[in-house]
């Protein structure tokens, strides 16, 4: 079993940045890991999923060239950088581990309680 806490929400401007951490306890070197968000009345989408290494990374396209996922296995955090908010980037963001290395929801089985982002003027 893995636990999963995120810090690093906020509020922002559009153009603004932030950064969100997921600190994890248990054994997590053999997940991927993954950072998802669902906005207010929308179900719930992956934004990044980072293979076990840190080498490899796929991102959803309305975040690609903005965000960054990375993660430190010593530390067991794993990292969403993101930059030039727009205000439809405003959600709930989740972290979540599981075995496969995709963005799909139903494939992630240790979920973080979630950190709100929220991106207006």
């Known amino acids: 079993q893995v636990q999963l806490v995120e810090s690093g929400g906020g509020s922002v401007q559009p153009g603004g940045s932030l950064r969100l951490s997921c600190v994890a306890s248990g054994y997590t070197y053999s997940y991927f890991m993954g950072w998802f968000r669902q906005a207010p009345g929308k179900g719930r989408e992956g934004v990044a999923v980072?293979?076990?290494?840190?080498?490899?990374?796929i991102y959803a396209d309305s975040v690609k060239g903005r965000f960054t996922i990375s993660r430190d296995n010593a530390k067991k955090t794993l990292y969403l950088q993101m930059n030039s908010l727009k205000p439809e980037d405003t959600a709930i963001y989740y972290c979540?581990?599981?075995?496969?290395?995709?963005?799909?929801?139903?494939?992630?089985?240790?979920w973080g309680r979630g950190t709100q982002v929220t991106v207006s003027a």
């Open positions: 979540a581990a599981g075995p496969v290395f995709r963005t799909r929801v139903d494939d992630f089985n240790n």
């Open positions: 980072i293979s076990t290494g840190g080498s490899s990374a």
